[in-house]
């Protein structure tokens, strides 16, 4: 019953962030702190405090290894790659694929992405590699997407 109201409000959640994203460009840290602890009370539920603290040290990693990746492309580069809500939203995703699922999410997300920005593209916007486009819609589907092959057997 706690796994599938987790799951409900996990659905919930990814449709007002891709929404708030779309629209206003920004991810609310409250909003990812809702899906990490919707993925925490997930974890818990299906494997007890043992397997939350494995979780919640899985997404301090991911957290940790994604913000150093966004702080070395605005050292290199002096354009914002990421969002931090991006960052965290990526570290709160953890909690509920693993780290293993991350690779999986972070393709998702890449290639509709950029199956967007080529139709975009194609409808007569132009798009340079100054455009911005809100990366957050597109990483909750990747979390979705993921969340759903894991759950039937497609992906460990």
């Not at 914002?80 to 997300?109: C, E, F, N, R």
């Amino acid at each position: 019953m706690v796994t599938l109201l987790c799951l409900s409000l996990l659905g919930l959640a990814c449709l007002l962030l891709a929404w708030i994203d779309f629209r206003q460009g920004i991810i609310p840290d409250w909003l990812n702190l809702a899906i990490a602890a919707l993925g925490a009370m997930h974890a818990a539920a299906l494997g007890g405090v043992a397997f939350l603290a494995e979780a919640i040290v899985e997404a301090a990693i991911i957290g940790g290894a994604v913000w150093l990746l966004h702080r070395l492309y605005f050292m290199l580069r002096g354009l914002q790659g990421l969002g931090l809500g991006d960052v965290k939203l990526l570290a709160a995703s953890a909690l509920w694929v693993g780290a293993t699922g991350i690779p999986m999410q972070l393709l998702v997300a890449s290639l509709t992405a950029l199956l967007a920005a080529v139709g975009l593209q194609l409808g007569g916007q132009a798009m340079t590699r100054q455009t911005a486009l809100p990366f957050g819609p597109f990483l909750v589907l990747g979390l979705l997407i993921t969340l759903a092959l894991q759950q039937s057997g497609w992906l460990d």
